[in-house]
């Protein structure tokens, strides 16, 4: 079975301070692995995916992730927080075809000025 | 392109009321799936249709709900009769095959 743990519940980081948020899944074969962002009230939005090749992966916002199959991980980085990034962040595996994908529980960023 | 589209965005009902809510995915995307999140459990996946066809409705809670895409440009999500425990917020998401999931703005459901 497939599954998704970020570790962090919550983090808060200053702004132009770096971030990294934390991913670690667990799948039997190849995964496909996703960032999503969500804002209060809104959609999730798709930050960056990874399906195969270079495991540095650009998204959206100036947001990178990096795939580690050694690790099982997945974190998600960004150099300079703005305090628009203030959301909450899910990380999710799927297979091929990302029919079923699982998210994990989301961390919490606050950003402080 | 507009995005996935949702309706109504707020929903407020009374036990034992049926509820319906509305999908348009992206255009040229296959696949179409119903989310449910809480804060106790999260997002969870109720069915999804690929091609308008149901693939998976193992998510779904019970007898009380039940999906249909009549085409590739429309979706409902029906839950009858409708229970307190059901108050979420209900996301529509399509994809194509290679493509990450679009997710619309989301239904909140409030059930009385």
């Known amino acids: 079975a497939q599954s998704v743990t970020q570790p962090d519940i919550h983090i808060t980081v200053s702004e132009g301070a770096s971030l990294e948020l934390r991913c670690n899944y667990s799948?039997?074969?190849?995964?496909?692995l996703f960032w999503y962002v969500q804002s209060p009230g809104q959609g999730l939005q798709l930050l960056l995916k990874y399906f195969s090749g270079d495991t540095l992966v650009q998204g959206i916002k100036g947001f990178e992730a990096e795939f580690k199959r050694s690790q099982s991980s997945f974190n998600l980085r960004k150099p300079s927080v703005h305090w628009s990034d203030a959301a909450e962040y899910f990380c999710a595996v799927g297979n091929f075809g990302n029919e079923k994908l699982t998210f994990g529980t989301g961390t919490r960023l606050t950003i402080i000025p | 392109d507009a995005g996935v589209i949702q309706s109504p965005r707020h929903e407020v009902t009374e036990m034992g009321q049926e509820v319906t809510l509305r999908c348009k995915p992206i255009s040229g995307h296959n696949s179409l799936f119903w989310y449910r999140q809480t804060m106790m459990r999260g997002l969870e996946l109720l069915i999804y249709f690929n091609n308008n066809v149901p693939i998976d409705d193992s998510g779904m809670p019970e007898d009380r709900f039940s999906a249909k895409m009549p085409n590739a440009s429309f979706s409902t999500l029906k839950i009858q009769p409708s229970e307190p425990r059901d108050s979420a917020v209900y996301f529509c998401a399509s994809s194509t095959r290679d493509s990450g999931k679009y997710f619309g703005p989301g239904t909140r459901l409030l059930v009385l």
């Open positions: 799948y039997g074969a190849t995964p496909y």
